[in-house]
């Protein structure tokens, strides 16, 4: 993976020099930081606007080279590259017979499909969006499979109550990410696992990684996976759902879909020269 040489490598369209501009100036750069850190505020209403589509998962999505191929029902199909990334998390360890919990579930189609293929005694999606919550327990009503309410940095949950946790593509919005750590070392079990994948800036890896060192469990493996990752955008489905879910206003919806177009989009170039930084991690708790 190569670095970034100079501006005109990764702003490529008026939009993204703009952007690139705004993000060298001090102020809007904590702006941004902040924005980042509370999205998560804005999915209650992403929720409500898709509350009538099939729109199961919002994470970037994964494929290797050569593709996984993972067999998938044909009504999964059309999500492949974000089953995917939850397959390649999730699948470091033997869920089979284990009590797992997701926090961070979003509109449950990670905790459908890994409750219906891989069949962990019970699995629970939590997140802090009701509007999702509502959302799971209407789409995905499957044995074992339940989905609450709650924030990630005060797990509703009893000490030692799960095997695995699972964490994909949300750690970066909560606002005390090593207050999450620590909760999900308490709800795990002696022995077991936290399956994690995210995103970080290339200036906030050393206080990511810093934050990691620290965590209350041992990690076993990490590995940095921006290649699959872009791959994996440019087959998601999810990306011609976000200039819809942009205000109705002309010039933002152009934004919206100059940002996350799947081909040569600004987020995949990000990953492509190294500016932003996609990891799969796996910890356990000994």
């Known amino acids: ?41 804005l999915y209650p209403l992403a929720s409500r606007r898709l509350a009538n589509d099939d729109v199961f998962f919002l994470n970037f999505g994964y494929e290797e080279d050569p593709p996984m191929d993972v067999p998938l029902a044909s009504s999964d199909e059309p999500n492949r590259f974000p089953i995917q990334l939850y397959h390649r ?11 797992v919990l997701e926090v961070s579930c979003g509109h449950g189609g990670g905790a459908s499909y890994l409750s219906r293929t891989q069949q962990p005694a019970s699995y629970t999606g ?30 509703p949950f009893a000490d030692q109550s799960f095997d695995v946790v699972i964490n994909i593509e949300a750690g970066i919005h909560y606002p005390d990410f090593a207050g999450f750590l620590t909760e999900v070392a308490r709800v795990l079990r002696p022995g077991g ?4 994948a995210d995103l970080r800036d290339a200036e906030a890896v050393p206080a990511w990684d810093a934050t990691l060192a620290n ?13 699959e990752v872009v791959r994996g955008i440019q087959g998601n489905p999810i990306w011609d759902q976000v200039p819809r879910l942009a205000p109705n206003i002309a010039f ?7 940002l996350t177009r799947k081909a040569g989009s600004w987020i995949s170039r990000r990953f492509e020269t190294g500016e932003s930084c996609y990891r799969l991690f796996c910890f356990v708790k000994d």
């Open 126 to 155: 939590l997140d802090i969006n009701p509007a999702g919550i509502e959302f799971c327990r209407r789409r995905h009503n499957l044995p074992s499979l339940y989905f609450v309410q709650g924030n990630a940095e005060s797990l």
């Open 252 to 258: 933002v919806r152009r934004m919206a879909s100059d």
């Open 89 to 99: 998390t999730a699948t470091q360890v033997e869920l089979t017979g284990k009590q």
């Open 1 to 41: 993976m190569t670095q970034p040489q100079n501006d005109t490598l990764v702003a490529r369209s008026r939009l993204e020099k703009l952007l690139l501009r705004l993000s060298q100036n001090a102020a809007l750069a904590r702006f941004q930081t902040n924005l980042q850190a509370n999205t998560y505020r």
């Open 215 to 227: 965590a209350p469990m041992r990690l076993v493996s990490k590995r940095i996976i921006n290649d």
């Open 193 to 196: 696992h936290f399956l994690y």
